[in-house]
Every structure is written in structure tokens, then in C-alpha cells.
């Protein structure tokens, strides 16, 4: 039997907060702002095309965002099998790095660049612009794409949290733009259109949540953060920095169910991610969610004041308050666990 437009608490009840039917959908709001928005832009100003950002790089991420909406659209209406499910984030991925979004280069925090585009092979010409396979950056670019887009569907598990921390994502992305090394305008407008979006969503997704985000815009919000970080200068430390928690819990998720459970990493969801576990531990659903958001704007900060080496050293200490955070929240859901010695 075909499903509604919603969820509820009847609807993979181990991982559902809510306790009435809740309308799916609210990432087809932010999909048509951010797609209007940046239309108008692109037609009526040049504010947002030009220097980094290539009129051919808004077609494919008009395109890819589509795509991810259609295949959120089909999931939430129809519940479809995680096989079936990754085909449409495959394809946004794939749509947005033929139209030339890429990572050419990664920096070294101890000197120098390791760059990814030696090995090109020329695919075809549009307009007189030819369009190249780039063998490691192309690939490298997809990993990211993909793991940053799947980093926020297995992060959409409380109200309001994807929403939240892809607004400070956004914002870090804005400022970092803004900055007279970085001097992407056009890339800052983008992503404080992406943030405004969000901002405006949380007001009704914050708990209790009047509207979830869905299949399709819980992707489209990691989706949207990877391709910004891309296209402001390969800003991979800074994006890490600003998903530390989230991208830790979920190479945790992987490493858990590919090497301990022998299942599939893109299988049914659980309730066994770090946001979870903060309620097991006894934080309320808005504390556990307003902890994630300090500890996203405190790494975002980093982010904006440090550089090479520093960002590596922001990363390293993020790891390690990561595995601290799981040992305490583990040790505390234990604590709560154990029942109460008898009286007699």
C-alpha cells in the first residue's frame, strides 16, 4: 500500500520522536527557494555569476538538486529499498561534477598542494567549451559529494538538527567567502541564500516540528554544503570542521555495520547515532540538539580563524572530543540502564 506524504510514529517507529503524523516534503520548500532565488539572481544581476562561479556550474546544480528531489520524493511516497535510493544521489553527484564542479587540488597543512588533475581525458565541446574527465579529482569529488551528502540524511534523526547545523554550515561558507584571501562574492551570495532557506525551514522544524525535511532535503542539505565548499576553493578542512561531529558519527555507522553487524552502510536506519545516544543519556531532544549546534558554531569559528596546520590541530581535537563525547554518553546511558538495587 502507497504511503502519504508524511511521517509518523507507525513509520520506522525506533527512530521517530513525534507521536502524530508529521508532513515530509519541507526540503521541496528549500530545493524551489534556493533554485528561484539564485534564478533571479542569475537573470536579472550579476552578482552571482562571475570569478569562481560558472553559469554551467548553477545548470548542474539545478539539475542535481532535482534529481535528489525526484528520489526523495519517490522514498517518502513509496519507501524505497536503500539500493534504489542511492541511485538519484549517484546521479545529482555525477550531474554536478559534469558540469565541471571539481576538486583540482587538495592543500598540504605542512606546505604545498597534491594536485588531482594530471590525468584528463576530453569528453566533448558545448559552446566552444570542452568538458574533461579528470580521473582523481572527478573521483575524489564524488566521495566527497556523496559521503557529505549522506553525512546529513543519517544526521536528519532529531527536529530542527539538519536544518540548524546546515545554517551555521552556511554561514562559516559566507563568511570564509567573504574573506579578502578566499574574495568569492558570488560564492558567499550562494551560500547565504542556502542558509536563509534554512533558517526560514527551521522556524517550523524545530521541536516540536510542524514539518520535516524528508528523503530529499536531508541529502540536499549535505549535497548543497559539499558543492559550496568545492567551489569556494576546495574549503575541505573548513567543511570537515564545520560536520566534524556529524561525518565522525557517521564513519562510525559505516565501520559499525560494514565490519561488526556484516550489513550494508546505506541499509535501514537505527538508533544507535550519537544524536541518539545524547537521549539515551538523559538530555532532553532540544538539548541534545542545541549541544550539536554549540559544538558545530564553536568548530565553525576555527574554521574562520585558522589555516594549515591549525585546521589540522582543529581537526585532531574535534576527533578527540568526538570519542570522549561517546565514551561519556555510553558510560551515562549505562549508568541509567542498570536498575535500581532492591530494598528490602
Known amino acids: 500500500m502507497k504511503r502519504g506524504i508524511t511521517d509518523s510514529a507507525n513509520s520506522a517507529p525506533e527512530r521517530k520522536a513525534q507521536k502524530r503524523p508529521v508532513p515530509l516534503l519541507g526540503g521541496l520548500a528549500i530545493f524551489f527557494t534556493v533554485t528561484l532565488v539564485t534564478l533571479g539572481y542569475a537573470l536579472f544581476s ?154 526560514g525551514f527551521l522556524f517550523f522544524n524545530f521541536h516540536p516540528a510542524k514539518i520535516f525535511l524528508g528523503e530529499g532535503g536531508s541529502l540536499f542539505a549535505g549535497f548543497m554544503l559539499g558543492v559550496l565548499s568545492i567551489i569556494s576553493g576546495a574549503k575541505i578542512a573548513t567543511a570537515l570542521l564545520i560536520m566534524g561531529i556529524p561525518i565522525l558519527d557517521v564513519l562510525w555507522v559505516i565501520i559499525r555495520r560494514t565490519f561488526f553487524e556484516k550489513k550494508s552502510p546505506f541499509g535501514t536506519a537505527d538508533k544507535k547515532h550519537f544524536h541518539f545516544r545524547l537521549l539515551d543519556a538523559g538530555l532532553s531532544h532540544r538539548q541534545a540538539v542545541l549541544l550539536l549546534y554549540f559544538i558545530s558554531v564553536l568548530f565553525g569559528l576555527s574554521a574562520l580563524f585558522t589555516a594549515g596546520r591549525q585546521k589540522l590541530i582543529a581537526l585532531l581535537i574535534l576527533t578527540a572530543i568526538m570519542i570522549i563525547a561517546g565514551l561519556a554518553v555510553v558510560l551515562a546511558y549505562r549508568r541509567r540502564s542498570k536498575p535500581a538495587d532492591n530494598i528490602n
Open 46 to 199: 550579476d552578482r552571482i555569476i562571475g570569478g569562481y562561479m560558472l553559469p554551467k556550474y548553477l545548470i548542474g546544480l539545478f539539475i542535481a538538486g532535482g534529481l535528489i528531489m525526484v528520489g526523495g520524493y519517490l522514498d517518502d511516497k513509496h519507501n524505497l529499498k536503500p539500493s534504489r535510493q542511492i541511485v538519484w544521489p549517484i546521479l545529482a553527484c555525477l550531474a554536478v561534477i559534469a558540469s565541471g564542479v571539481g576538486i583540482a587540488y587538495i592543500t598540504n597543512p605542512f606546505g604545498g598542494v597534491l594536485n588531482l588533475d594530471r590525468i584528463s581525458i576530453k569528453i566533448f565541446t558545448i559552446n566552444n567549451i570542452p568538458y574533461y574527465f579528470t580521473l582523481f579529482a572527478d573521483l575524489f569529488a564524488f566521495v566527497w559529494l556523496m559521503g557529505m551528502t549522506y553525512t546529513t540524511k543519517f544526521l536528519d534523526g532529531l527536529d530542527g538538527l539538519v536544518a540548524g547545523i546546515t545554517t551555521i554550515g552556511s554561514l562559516v561558507l559566507f563568511f570564509l567567502s567573504l574573506d579578502k584571501v578566499v574574495a568569492q562574492p558570488e560564492t558567499a551570495l550562494l551560500a547565504i541564500i542556502l542558509a536563509g532557506a534554512m533558517a
